[in-house]
């Protein structure tokens, strides 16, 4: 028998030691991705967001209803109207939203169509353009609000004051609002 033989066969349980040690860590470590990944699932990843329709004026209510905010605020949920910002029936300037609450991120998103925005309040592109849309003051949503975005904590629902972002993709603009 060889040298390298004698010291290959030495060598071999070793190796088989430690291919075995490192498959177990990887296992552990697939097992623990995989009961966490179940866990999440189980929970219901959908309930992280959840979607509320409705109306705004988009302005700012102390400058008559001019600039980039919310004039008037209008949401609904099964064709019954759960709340309600200075409400101004029948304004011909009103945008249909989509609105979501992210519990994890603890924002609310308003999202709505720019096509549809340029259309009925064409004196505001210029302000539009500037990408800034101002909460003026802090809105509490109403109990029947809260309901409706069925949330996985019942909690009141107050968006913080601020000027925030507007993301425009496509046809649609975001803002994203923090939550008290």
């Known amino acids: 028998?060889?040298?390298?033989?004698?010291?290959?066969?030495?060598?071999?349980?070793?190796?088989?030691?430690?291919?075995?040690?490192?498959?177990?860590?990887?296992?552990?470590?697939?097992?623990?991705?995989?009961?966490?990944?179940?866990?999440?699932?189980?929970?219901?990843?959908?309930?992280?967001?959840?979607?509320?329709?409705?109306?705004?004026?988009?302005?700012?209510?102390?400058?008559?209803?001019?600039?980039?905010?919310?004039?008037?605020i209008e949401l609904e949920s099964a064709g019954q109207r759960i709340f309600e910002h200075n409400p101004q029936r029948g304004a011909e300037n009103m945008v249909e939203v989509k609105t979501t609450i992210n519990e994890n991120k603890n924002t609310y998103t308003v999202a709505f169509s720019v096509k549809e925005f340029n259309k009925k309040n064409p004196e505001k592109m210029k302000d539009f353009e500037k990408g800034k849309f101002e909460v003026e003051e802090d809105i509490r949503l109403s109990a029947e609000a809260a309901n409706a975005y069925k949330l996985k904590h019942n909690k009141t629902i107050t968006l913080k004051r601020g000027i925030y972002d507007m993301k425009i993709k496509g046809d649609m603009a975001t803002v994203e609002i923090d939550l008290k």
Do not use: D, Y
Request: charged share 20%; proline share 1%; aromatic share 12%.
């Open 1 to 72: 028998m060889t040298l390298k033989s004698k010291i290959f066969r030495n060598l071999l349980p070793i190796f088989a030691k430690v291919f075995n040690h490192i498959n177990e860590k990887f296992m552990r470590k697939v097992i623990k991705f995989w009961v966490a990944f179940t866990i999440m699932l189980t929970m219901g990843i959908s309930s992280i967001e959840s979607q509320v329709e409705g109306c705004v004026i988009i302005g700012k209510q102390s400058n008559g209803c001019k600039g980039i905010g919310f004039c008037s």
